[in-house]
């Protein structure tokens, strides 16, 4: 794929001299096939569809990324024990004989404390009221047996902001066309049917090494699929309005925050053991 666009241009510290950048190469959405292994284990194939365009823009000060699992708290206290006990076995063998028996045991040890129909009789009194009755009245509460268990994954985002300011008037034409291009990639096709068509989705990859193309930078995070979720310019980052005296009053400088978020999450099996970060 061709490098399409690029700041600062050549002339300007970029091109075949520059050392570092980000690179967003833009496909077109050709949606994501879903397979069942053998294991009956669901496995999403994210298609991309034909390059539509690439953008080189310089690497931002700030680089970081955060990877995070959906782990909440869990409890299971002796009622609920139970009823999961007895509910188990019915639905693992359906025959209910054998979870009562371990039930009416587990009752049989609590009853010599007494403990068992006070647990059971304000669980559910507690349950219809909607209130803490043990804690209030005795001050003690049933052990919940408390626990963090996995969720579930999680989908990963990611901020850049560039400041541009162009230094003549080719590189003013480049910019506002930077700006046109996530603009228009991100927003949704639309078409002659009821349906709408699933906006452009973005490769990004920090870039090391000179020329157009560069290698995969060694040391920084390697980033999947993304969607363009947010797009926000501000056209008098100064604080004031200037403009060069152009025919086309382009302004003296632009800032563009770009928010992406990935379409697929991260698994183990995405890393290997070598000396590269990874995702």
Not at 66 to 77: A, F, I, R
Not at 148 to 156: C, D, E, M, Y
Not at 210 to 238: D, E, F, R
Request: aromatic share 10%.
């Amino acid at each position: 794929m061709a490098l399409d666009l690029r700041y600062p241009l050549a002339e300007h510290g970029a091109g075949k001299n520059a050392k570092d950048f980000i690179l967003f190469s833009i496909f077109e959405y050709d949606g994501g096939a879903v397979n069942i292994n053998t294991n009956f284990a669901l496995q999403t194939n994210r298609k991309k569809g034909s390059a539509i365009t690439t953008i080189a823009l310089p690497i931002q000060s700030t680089i970081q990324d955060s990877n995070t699992c959906d782990w909440k708290e869990d409890s299971l206290d002796f009622v609920k024990a139970a009823a999961a006990d007895f509910g188990l076995e019915v639905t693992q063998t359906g025959q209910a004989k054998q979870s009562v028996g371990s039930i009416a045991k587990a009752a049989q040890t609590a009853a010599g404390t007494g403990a068992l129909g006070k647990a059971v009789s304000t669980s559910l009194i507690e349950g219809a009221l909607g209130a803490n009755l043990r804690s209030r009245f005795s001050g003690e509460v049933m052990n919940p047996n408390i626990e963090l268990l996995f969720n579930g994954p999680t989908l990963r985002t990611f901020t850049f902001g560039f400041f541009m300011s162009a230094r003549d008037e080719d590189e003013a034409t480049k910019i506002k066309q930077i700006i046109n291009a996530f603009k228009r990639n991100m927003a949704p096709k639309s078409s002659q049917s009821l349906f709408l068509k699933t906006p452009n989705i973005f490769q990004i990859e920090y870039k090391s090494g000179t020329g157009n193309k560069g290698s995969l930078h060694q040391s920084l995070n390697k980033i999947k699929t993304c969607a363009l979720q947010s797009c926000n310019v501000t056209y008098t980052p100064g604080g004031t309005y200037s403009t060069f005296d152009d025919d086309a009053k382009t302004m003296t400088a632009y800032k563009l925050d770009l928010q992406f978020g990935e379409l697929d999450p991260i698994y183990d099996s995405d890393y290997s053991d070598g000396h590269l970060i990874g995702f």
